[in-house]
């Protein structure tokens, strides 16, 4: 027997008002997630940075490169050290796209970063869209040489929560790689810096007793085009060494520094090259 047509109607009106009332529920349950969740990052944020001290307003000068490779003297002068004080924080903003698979599709992402520069931290914030009315909130953090990247679905249910010795050390080599965005760092004591060849060097860092290292690859100008390290990378439920790389495509000015604002992360793996994450610098301020 075929139902009436009111019959049918009042069953999509119900249907419509408990999918609206889900909406409405699963958005206060966002809303709630991500007050939250953006608080226990201000309150990171501000224990990285709370026995920070003012540094010497002294402006760099080119006897400061001495000490380094001619490559690297390169590098810094393309980048506009020269003349400037070193900075004791940076934060950047970035547009990206990201996937967890090959052949996944690219996923939407608006980031955020604020690194310590006197000494290795960071915390690295972003919000990563899925689908209409669904995202997850990521946050990665580096301080006093412990690493640990908390992911949640909506800003409120975990997903990862990742920790140990293999985060620890793939947090480091993140901050060494991303040292082109605040090249004053170069000169900081805990780095040693040896040339390669004409065109690349080996970075080595000291944090917490622990050592760090990766290549560094630049163009005859003296700009950082890739970044090569072995690091961490978690499949099947254990841990691999893998070749993970940095390639930059493009470059802008930025408070009077020239910086890579483009370019991708790549997995180098056995079976085929992974590129798991596109990014666009759009903004970087100084302190």
Known sequence: MIPEYSTIMKIVLLMTIIIVDFLILLSLFAKLGEFFF???????????FADQVQESNRKIVENDLEKLPLLIQKWLRFSGVIGKQKPRRLILEQLAKMRL?????????KAEQFFRLDEPAFIWKVKVRMFPFFYFSGRDILSKGKGNMLIKLLSLIPIVNAKGKEIDKGTMQRYLAEMVWFPTAALNSNIDWKQLDEYSALAQMKIEGQIVEGNFYFDEFGRPKRFQTKRYRKNNKKYELCDWQIDITEFGEFEGYTIPVTGEVTWKLAESDFTWFKFEIVSAFYE
């Open 101 to 109: 698979k090959p052949n996944q599709n690219w996923l939407p992402a």
């Open 38 to 48: 953006q608080k226990k990052i201000r309150t990171e944020i501000k224990k990285i």
